[in-house]
């Protein structure tokens, strides 16, 4: 096992250089600071669950640091976990890395370590980097890095990658291996059993007679395969290496057996014995307890009744401020909003581009934008969780309710993250190891209600649900309101996941191994890099999506139909107007006949003739025919809905409430017969419809790409959307016989 | 006894763990061995997961994987029901690589 060496490494290729270690160690934040990227942090273990990578420059040496999920060990039990052994071994698709560094934690040294030792028997050369140095309880507990590298074998630097220290050394340590100037690895460490070393030599020959390209680490694969028995690594190994492999090694793991070595047992005691020996000549004090924080915060938070009540309250008050916040600013958002199509008009003669301008865009695009504080509250609070610790500490406390569904702890911040948006959400899964778990919470995330639909919401609760406050104050009906059906989906959830659970995903029970870290500060920096990347997507998203339905529901909306004599009578009509004479029969007339006029085009167009068509199918759930096409129009992004209503509310209205917004135009808007069409049962139906649908083609994209089948994205599409028709059906027949 | 059956807030020594399918694999990685310290700090409610201090980390577990875990509890040692017999067993039979440490 020769180390690959650098001076192959042609000029045009950058050195490949990457981040391994246990989750929550600061690898990202290490990747981080020595890049000056923002890749996502945060104080749970598994954030990161896609690599990343960044393109540096170290003392004229080009490099390619690479970010990577975190692991405790090298014994994957899933192809996602096979793929840090494949690319140490260099077996992947991608070229094996130049150069490790393994993050360890100062805190949980010797668990940390457990990793390294691993890595540092594959090929490539391996520094040894332990982060968060600052949070040492004394210096009494601190190893000295030089004598620890002398007995591991291999480079160590500290770093404390949150203040950015440590980081020149590592640059230094990194370069001096790469130039090739640092100690060849001659001085490896055996850190298993002779017998398992020599087990392991022995298989190497079977190994690189068949594996192509393994070579260097022909070795090192067949050491992961004799530990580890039926992993991935001996899958893999079967499947290429003739019979003779898989006879020799199950009468190496026999032999092994009688002297007392089973697998994987003997790796895990041979490996943390070593650990043990040489910490113990490194380390001065084994300070075994949390930190004093850590222990303080845990008996209050953690307590069984204190702490759930905490939990409770928290999410409580999570909805209840956004509401609360939010809607001052929503209002300011919107008066801008009125300021801006006020100009256009006043600027304008009456026309086909001042309508797309001010019933189009300002109106649909708009009307969507108001509600971007909501979401940035969202994600504010889901950050500050995150980054004090929080949440490892809510999946603790839910696990035995999750457990009842068929699900673990493990899935808590996968469907909380899906409150804010389910993509995030359902690639957080990653991290749940049971395949049938993981499953079952991706195709129950999208019920979680994620922050498109608060604007719905907000919405309809805040034009048709009174404001009334409770509890002496304390909530508001409104806040009640958006809390509980915000609730829904989750409910909901529970029930469908254990009949997945029972039925095409039954079989091994869930199980929950989490490490709850030390609570830290959050960083306001984190969060508020959190908050804007959000919020940019949230508003890119309106710029071009939004933006171009709003257009096309305007044209549809808009044609075909003949405007010369509406545009005509509204040019009369602001003449009028704007010479102050507003209560003659003359503008009377021309009002009523401009109305008429209106509420015929809109019904004449494409989308009135769209809405006439699909009517009877959301009929039974209390819908007109604006209602039926804004909904339809919302099946691509659920938000959509708001900019759709905005155009045809707009492009339909009164002339004398153009200016008033949605809110007012949809109080007003009556069906045929002159009742309004937003009563409360129809309201709730429709809350309910927009609650449980699933009305967003990037779920259903993410969907696809991590179940790697079509199957589960049209699976889902389906029964959700019948789940939600046949839920608002009942809600609507339901509240209309109590209301 | 095992480590599901411990009160919070006791120190104990870990004799065995069962071996069973990869699920003790992954609380050996994580630490879980014979001869290691394990001190139980809570219990969530409704029988939800313990939350244990071994090797220096928090770790949450559920009681069904604590009882793959055999303990003996520090104060006293004449606790000798079948686990820890076995594990006895398993204690002396571990080969340790002690030379190559020793060549240093
Ligand atoms: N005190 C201190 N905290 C740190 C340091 N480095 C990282 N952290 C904190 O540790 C937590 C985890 O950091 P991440 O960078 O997300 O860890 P990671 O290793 O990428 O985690 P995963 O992606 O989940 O595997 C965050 O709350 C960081 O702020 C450090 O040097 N000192
Ligand atoms: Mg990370």
Known sequence: MSPSSPTENSADRPFRVALIGNPNTGKSTLFNALSGMRARTGNYPGVTVEKRSADLTWQNLRIELIDLPGTYSLAPRSPDEMLAVHTLAGTADVPAPDLVICVCSSRALERS???????????????????????????????????????????????????????????????????????????????????????????????????????????????????????????????????????????????????????????????????????????RTTDDSP???????????????????????????????????????????????????????????????????????VAGTGAFLVFLPQICLLFFFIALLEDCGYMARAAWLVDRLMSIAGLSGRSFLPLMSSF????????????????????????????????ARLPVYVLLIGTFVPDQSLFAGLLSLRGLTLFLISSLGLLLAIPFALLLRRTIFRGDSSSFLLELPDYRLPRMRVVIQRIVESAWDFVSNAGTLIFATSILIWAAGSFPGDRVERDQLLTEYEQLEAVGDTDSAEHERIAQRLNELNADLLRGSLLGQAGELTEPLFRPLGWDWKISVGVLSSFPAREVIIATLGTIYSLGSDVDETDDGLRSAMQASVHADGTPVF??????????????????????????????????????FTSMTVLAWVAAFLTYRISSLLL | MHLANLNPGTKAVITDVTASTAGSARLMELGFLPGSAVTVIRRAPFGGPLLCRIRNASIALRQADAGLICVQQESCCTHSDACSSVAQETMSSVVVPVAELAAH
């Not at chain 1, 004598?147 to 640059?171: I, K, M, N, P, W």
């Not at chain 1, 948006?421 to 995330?445: D, F, H, S």
């Not at chain 1, 790409?705 to 589960?712: D, H, P, V």
């Open chain 1, 113 to 283: 370590l457990y990793l390294s030792t691993q890595v540092m028997e594959s090929p490539v050369p391996t520094i040894v980097c332990i982060n968060m140095w600052d949070e040492l309880a004394s210096t009494e507990a601190a190893p000295d890095p030089a004598e620890l590298g002398r007995l591991l074998g291999a480079a160590v630097v500290t770093t404390s990658a949150r203040r950015l220290q440590g980081l020149d050394e590592l640059r230094a340590a990194a370069v001096r291996i790469l130039n090739g100037s640092a100690a060849t690895a001659s001085e490896r460490q055996a850190f298993l059993s002779p017998q398992l070393q020599e087990a392991a030599a022995e298989l190497r020959m079977i190994v690189s007679r068949d594996v192509p390209h393994a070579e260097d680490a022909a070795e090192f694969l067949a050491l992961r395969a004799l530990v580890d028995p039926e992993g991935q690594v001996e899958q893999y190994l079967s499947k290429l290496c003739g019979a003779d492999f898989r006879q020799r090694l199950s009468e190496i793991r026999s032999s092994l057996e009688t002297s007392g070595q089973s697998l994987p047992r003997s790796e895990a005691v041979q490996r943390y014995g070593w650990i043990n020996r040489v910490l113990q000549q490194v380390l």
């Open chain 1, 291 to 361: 930190h004093r924080l850590t222990q303080t915060l845990d008996s209050v938070l953690l307590h069984r009744v204190v702490g759930l009540a905490i939990f409770l309250a928290i999410f409580l008050l999570i909805f209840s401020t956004i509401y609360w916040f939010s809607a001052p600013l929503s209002d300011g958002v919107e008066t801008i909003l009125g300021m801006i199509s006020e100009f256009i008009l006043s600027r304008m003669a009456p026309g086909s581009f001042r309508s797309l301008l001010v019933d189009g865009v």
């Open chain 1, 420 to 451: 804010a948006c389910a993509v995030p959400g359902i690639m957080a899964t990653r991290t749940i190891e049971n395949r049938r778990e993981r499953m079952v919470t991706i195709l129950i995330a999208p019920l979680m209600s994620c922050s």
């Open chain 1, 679 to 716: 009563q409360l049962p129809a309201v709730l139906s429709l809350l309910v419809f927009f609650a449980l649908c699933a009305q967003c083609v990037s779920t259903l994209v993410v969907i696809k790409r991590e179940t790697s089948s079509w199957t589960w994205p049209v699976f889902s």
